[in-house]
């Protein structure tokens, strides 16, 4: 019996030790926390509370102490939560209510297996955050119990208050905790063993006798809690929340240093690999290239339209182009586009163009054809051309 009981006293003194070690070996700060939790939600400026951190992608009507599950540890009762950012906001700080944000929380320094105060009845058991202005010594918290706002509370049944059993899928309707925190009996404990803060303001003796089962401990990993010791010899009293000038000295750097790695990661230059790849798709030929292409083909076809004599320049020599014999060969657009005169009419040599003033200006000739027009004039008389009354004639009106 003796020896069972040196081995038991050895084995709690063995892991106590380990405990201890790997707490002190944490590192936590205010800069650790921003940089950490800013990809999981935002932080803002609370007038009440000043800067807070705001989950981000939770549930409407979400409550902090809900997605996960109760264990009794080494540390007492801790708090094993399912969200990816739990072991901070849940074993650092405290969390309030903060219009418009909703529920917040607001960091700290100083390390505990769950930041709650207990309300329980005979039928229910319930907790809620810790205020803002809650502190503990060196030796903790043995005093009276901490009331929070009974809206904050959350309650199960106590039958189903067991390690395993998810409180978001047996928790009481929030409208009823007011009601049942009204009559229920409140305690909270934080006692403080090799430096590190435990809770224990639940009785296990109590969840035993309601559950019908006793509980077993869970090892706790002191490394991914990031279990940490009061810094002992510096203050007679340390809050669960650090001061606001602290936390805001600390976010602001915080904030520098993201932009200084925006800035950087900007200005880095890109790969050999990937500027090679860039630049292939540049050495193709342009939209505009290609249409200047297709114009330079397409350009001989329109040579033969633009050798063929236009009418104004036949107008202007005084006489009319032969028209061709060729029965094969389609006529010009220009010589489908002008109109022609039913009139049977004669071919005779053009005049020279040295011939006498008056035959360039109003003398028609034998076909029809108006001499070369003065400048200025496109007939010389100042009268539109027309085929059937002959040029030089006013138009009737």
Do not use: C
Request: hydrophobic letters at 40%; aromatic letters at 10%; a positive charge.
């Amino acid at each position: 019996m003796g020896n069972k009981f040196i081995r038991a006293a050895f084995a709690g003194l063995l892991l106590g030790f380990v405990a201890a070690t790997a707490a002190a070996q944490v590192n936590v700060s205010i800069s650790f926390f921003h940089e950490s939790l800013a990809p999981h939600g935002r932080w803002v400026a609370s007038g009440s509370y000043g800067d807070v951190w705001v989950p981000g992608g939770v549930a409407a009507g979400w409550s902090p102490y809900v997605d996960g599950e109760w264990q009794w540890t080494d540390y007492g009762w801790t708090w094993a939560s399912s969200d990816p950012w739990g072991d901070i906001a849940y074993h650092y700080g405290t969390w309030v209510w903060s219009p418009p944000y909703g529920w917040v929380w607001v960091p700290g320094t100083v390390w505990a297996p769950a930041w709650v105060t207990w309300a329980y009845t005979d039928d229910y058991i319930g907790w809620a955050p810790v205020p803002v202005s809650f502190a503990v010594t060196v030796n903790g918290y043995a005093g009276p119990a901490i009331a929070a706002p009974r809206a904050s509370y959350v309650f199960v049944p106590a039958r189903q208050f067991t390690p395993g059993v998810r409180v978001a899928t047996v928790r009481v309707p929030a409208a009823q905790s007011p009601a049942i925190y009204a009559r229920a009996h409140r305690a909270t404990a934080f006692p403080v063993t090799a430096g590190v803060v435990h809770n224990t303001g639940l009785p296990v003796a109590r969840v035993e006798k309601v559950t019908g089962r006793r509980v077993e401990i869970a090892r706790a990993d002191a490394e991914r809690l990031r279990v940490a010791p009061i810094p002992k010899g510096k203050a007679a009293k340390y809050q669960v929340v650090a001061p606001n000038a602290e936390r805001a000295a600390a976010i602001q750097a915080g904030r520098g240093k993201g932009s200084q790695k925006a800035e950087r990661a900007e200005a880095k230059p890109e790969p050999r690999g990937q500027a090679k790849k860039k630049a292939a798709p540049e050495a193709r030929p342009q939209p505009s290239e290609s249409h200047a292409a297709r114009a330079h083909e397409t350009a001989p076809k329109r040579e033969p339209v633009e050798a063929r004599p236009q009418p104004s320049e036949s107008h202007a020599r005084g006489h009319e182009p032969k028209p061709k014999k060729e029965p094969a060969e389609r006529p010009s657009p220009q010589a489908q586009a002008a109109p022609r005169d039913s009139s049977p009419r004669q071919v005779a040599p053009a005049e020279p163009k040295a011939a006498p003033r008056e035959a360039q200006h109003g003398n028609p000739n034998a076909h029809g054809h108006a001499a070369q027009p003065k400048p200025g004039n496109a007939h010389g008389n100042g009268q539109p051309h027309d085929k059937d009354n002959g040029p030089g004639k006013p138009q009737p009106r």
